[in-house]
């Protein structure tokens, strides 16, 4: 089995940077394809991109240019960047093994105003 923590999560104020971490830990090397969701209060969980082993990574069209999804194989970890924060990033977001109903147990990233 694979369990995920993400972990960065915080205040920041509007104008501010993220920069998320999600660390794979017991058979993670058989880990492929890991996304990033995040899930804002009252709304539905977006899917906001994901990294292959063998591939640049991917975004949803909605927020394309707007993240930066990275990772470090070695460390098992994934992570995701946004600059120039504003109101709408705020959100719980929660990393997840694709195909699998394996997810961490989010990090809520809230701003302060």
């Known amino acids: 089995q694979v369990q995920l923590v993400e972990s960065g999560g915080g205040l920041v104020q509007s104008g501010g940077s993220l920069r998320l971490s999600c660390t794979a830990s017991?058979?993670?090397?058989?880990?492929?394809?890991l996304a990033w969701y995040r899930q804002a209060l009252g709304k539905e969980r977006e899917r906001l991109g994901a990294?292959?082993?063998?591939?640049?990574?991917t975004y949803a069209d909605s927020v394309k240019g707007r993240f930066t999804i990275s990772r470090d194989v070695a460390k098992h970890t994934l992570y995701l960047q946004k600059n120039n924060l504003t109101p709408n990033a705020t959100a719980v977001y929660s990393c997840k093994i694709a195909g699998t109903p394996a997810w961490g147990q989010g990090t809520h990233f809230p701003l302060s105003s």
């Open positions: 017991g058979q993670a090397t058989m880990v492929n394809v």
């Open positions: 990294s292959r082993l063998d591939d640049v990574p």
